[in-house]
């Protein structure tokens, strides 16, 4: 199994800045990429960004690209989000998973999943 640990949520102003960390722990051999997914209340939960241990191939949703970077340091088995410019729209319990396949964009692909970290963005 592997197992991940968020840190980092909070609350901000519109236009500030928070950086996500999750830390993985177990079996993290077996996962190809590790991603950021985020639920609002009412809404299900969105891909946000993602990126493979080995090479560092990122992905991001459209909402984000040009806001957030995701960043991982193998030594550590940590990821990280920094998100800038945050929005109100933003809010949410973002949370991270590991994946052993290829399709990084489809929460159903995940095997494993952290307890999630609240962001709340102040409009």
């Known amino acids: 199994q592997v197992q991940l640990v968020e840190s980092g949520g909070g609350l901000v102003q519109a236009g500030g800045s928070l950086r996500l960390s999750c830390a993985a722990s177990g079996r993290t051999f077996s996962s190809y990429a590790v991603g950021w997914f985020r639920q609002a209340p009412g809404k299900e939960r969105e891909f946000v960004a993602a990126i493979s241990w080995i090479g560092g191939t990122t992905w991001y949703a459209e909402a984000v690209k040009g806001r957030f970077t995701i960043s991982r340091d193998n030594a550590k088995k940590t990821m990280y989000l920094q998100m800038n410019s945050l929005k109100y729209e933003d809010t949410a319990v973002y949370y991270c998973?590991?994946?052993?396949?290829?399709?990084?964009?489809?929460?159903?692909?995940?095997?494993?999943w952290g307890q999630g970290t609240q962001v709340t963005v102040s409009s």
């Open positions: 998973a590991s994946v052993s396949g290829f399709t990084v964009t489809d929460p159903l692909r995940y095997e494993y």
